[in-house]
């Protein structure tokens, strides 16, 4: 199976920084990740698809980039909506895996 | 507009077979290069995928759990069905249902159910 090791897993924020997790593969999954937002109770939304793409209707102060094991997700002038946690997922190979999750935390 | 919706028991007990139904509108399953995957996360853990089903009828599972899971559709219904064997409360869960369309190579759960939780205990 391709691990994903997402750092860091919790981070402390405010209004208005700008974030930025990782995302590293364990094998070179080319551009072959997504990126998902979850807030408690609630179903994973995507937000970036490709490592790099933005999702139809997301806002575009979130964005992805990275390819090969090295991926990283941001988060620019972060609103207090954007409080939630956030997962990477490969998709090149079977069985698709998810990171352990970064939960934002104000 | 795409939905999809889980149902199922919300308690199982240990060995008990567990069967879940995603019953979805607004998508077909017979359109090329869709899929419906299961995906399920224990309470205050990360998500974990299990399976998929396609519109060509092919199936992927995870291979921890292959020999327990079983994916079928009824496309007259829009449902696609998920059994798992031998429950054990490390199973406890929410389990969601999603939809998986590709543009291109690029393949990602777009639009999910709300999940449904089940818990196993005698």
């Known amino acids: 199976d391709i691990q994903m090791t997402q750092s860091p897993s919790s981070l402390s924020t405010s209004v208005g920084d700008t974030v930025t997790i990782t995302c590293q593969a364990s094998q070179d999954i080319t551009k072959y990740l997504n990126w998902y937002q979850q807030k408690p109770g609630k179903a994973p939304k995507l937000l970036i698809y490709?490592?790099?793409n933005l999702q139809t209707g997301v806002p575009s102060r979130f964005s992805g980039t990275g390819s090969g094991t090295h991926f990283t997700f941001s988060i620019s002038s972060l609103q207090p909506e954007d409080i939630a946690t956030y997962y990477c997922q490969q998709y090149n190979d079977f069985p698709y895996t998810f990171g352990q999750g970064t939960k934002l935390e104000i | 507009q795409i939905t999809l919706k889980e149902s199922g028991p919300t308690l199982v007990k240990p060995t008990q077979t567990l069967t879940l139904t995603c019953t979805f509108s607004g998508f077909s399953l017979t359109t090329g290069g869709v899929a419906v995957g299961w995906i399920r996360q224990p309470p205050g853990k990360a998500l974990e995928w299990l399976a998929n089903i396609y519109w060509d009828d092919d199936k992927r599972y995870s291979p921890s759990l292959k020999s327990r899971l079983t994916i079928t559709r009824d496309t007259s219904k829009n449902q696609v069905v998920l059994t798992m064997t031998n429950m054990d409360p490390v199973d406890t869960a929410t389990y969601f249902c999603?939809?998986?369309?590709?543009?291109?190579?690029?393949?990602?759960?777009?639009?999910w159910g709300q999940g449904t939780l089940v818990s196993v205990s005698s």
């Open positions: 999603a939809h998986r369309p590709c543009r291109g190579d690029n393949c990602y759960f777009e639009h």
């Open positions: 490709a490592a790099s």
